[in-house]
């Protein structure tokens, strides 16, 4: 397994700021994901962040809305930007160790309330 | 694009019931397939998975799941349920060529009432 810490646990955002969601792992991933849990509502893949390569955003997200970084195998940045009370959800990291196979593994998640 | 469905969405039983949660996808080719639980306030936890093989598989705190290729299925079943079993239910899908994409059903709430 991994394990995968994430920041903040827990905020609340004014409308138009932007907040950054870090995501650390403790071991080297190529493959990091962010995932989106709005109230209520299941998970849904933002975008997939790649070490040395832009991520790559599924239909709907948009790097200016999302931004991501990806410096190195162990940790990424997810950007909310210009943030409205829509943007209130659970974001979540993710990651597919190597020795894992195909098992993915997700972080606690950021818990983010847009005011 | 492949889909999730989960048919139920809010699941309530008594202790001591058995359950079944289905979980039906749409997608032609050759998948992963995993049940992820989320107990109140806590971050996703895997509970089991499926790769290959035996088509029934058992995963953690007494649960399981059986593939049935023929009809898309991956239900996730439990012979017994205990009031700590009361959380929310995600089936999942990765077909083997989509780079460790997950795909989510919508969820199950389940309550167990003590």
């Known amino acids: 397994s991994a394990v995968i810490s994430q920041k903040p646990s827990r905020d609340i955002c004014q409308r138009g700021t932007s907040l950054t969601i870090q995501c650390q792992v403790d071991?080297?991933?190529?493959?990091m994901f962010w995932y989106r849990q709005q109230p209520g509502q299941s998970l849904t893949l933002i975008a997939t962040a790649n070490q040395g390569s832009e991520a790559t955003y599924e239909s709907g997200f948009v790097i200016d809305k999302f931004p991501i970084s990806r410096p190195n195998l162990t940790f990424s940045t997810l950007t909310v930007s210009n943030m409205s009370p829509e943007d209130s959800s659970i974001y979540l990291c993710?990651?597919?160790?190597?020795?894992?196979?195909?098992?993915?593994?997700f972080g606690e998640g950021s818990w983010l309330t847009v005011v | 694009a492949q889909s999730v469905s989960q048919h139920n969405h809010h699941v309530i039983l008594s202790e001591a019931a058995s359950l079944e949660l289905g979980c039906n996808y749409s997608?032609?080719?050759?998948?992963?397939l995993f049940w992820y639980v989320q107990y109140p306030g806590q971050h996703l936890q895997l509970l089991l998975k499926?790769?290959?093989?035996?088509?029934l598989v058992k995963g953690i705190k007494g649960f399981e799941a059986e593939f049935i290729k023929s009809k898309f299925s991956f239900n996730l079943r439990k012979p017994s349920v205990q009031w700590s079993d009361t959380a929310e239910y995600f089936c999942?899908?990765?077909?083997?060529?989509?780079?460790?994409?997950?795909?989510f059903g919508g969820g199950t709430r389940l309550m167990v009432k003590p």
């Open positions: 993710s990651v597919a160790p190597q020795a894992a196979g195909n098992t993915i593994y």
């Open positions: 071991s080297q991933v190529t493959m």
């Open positions: 999942a899908v990765m077909p083997t060529n989509a780079g460790n994409m997950l795909t």
């Open positions: 499926y790769f290959s093989g035996d088509p």
């Open positions: 997608y032609g080719g050759t998948v992963n």
